[in-house]
């Protein structure tokens, strides 16, 4: 069965940085395009970046923008996220999300399979 494994969350202080990481089994990788999406408390769950087949192409929320940078490694079938300057408005639960198709999504439906979720906090 298909598993996806998210790990290097953590407790971090505002302006500090962690590295996502999510561990793929169980699907032929380099065919699907994979994506981080997180959820605070009391929030829906929300995109955050996401990355094509290949990691040529990317894209993120706003928000993210030049203190994310989603990456694969397809030989290790593993997708990361490195956020840094983190802030205390980026606490949430991190999700890794599997999407079948080679092109990437910014919608939670449209991906097939997820993980269990990370937690990461920020302190002020």
């Known amino acids: 069965q298909v598993q996806l494994v998210e790990s290097g969350g953590g407790l971090v202080q505002a302006g500090g940085s962690l590295r996502l990481s999510c561990a793929a089994s169980?699907?032929?990788?380099?065919?699907?395009?994979m994506g981080w999406f997180r959820q605070a408390v009391g929030k829906e769950r929300e995109f955050v970046a996401t990355?094509?087949?290949?990691?040529?192409?990317?894209y993120y929320v706003d928000s993210v923008k030049g203190r994310f940078t989603i990456s694969r490694d397809n030989a290790k079938k593993t997708v990361y996220l490195q956020m840094n300057s983190l802030q205390p408005e980026d606490t949430a639960i991190y999700y890794c999300?599997?999407?079948?198709?080679?092109?990437?999504?910014?919608?939670?439906?449209?991906?097939?399979?997820w993980g269990q979720g990370t937690q990461v906090t920020v302190s002020s």
């Open positions: 999300g599997a999407r079948k198709n080679l092109f990437y999504s910014t919608t939670p439906m449209e991906y097939e399979y």
């Open positions: 169980g699907l032929t990788f380099s065919i699907y395009a």
């Open positions: 990355v094509n087949w290949s990691g040529s192409s990317t």
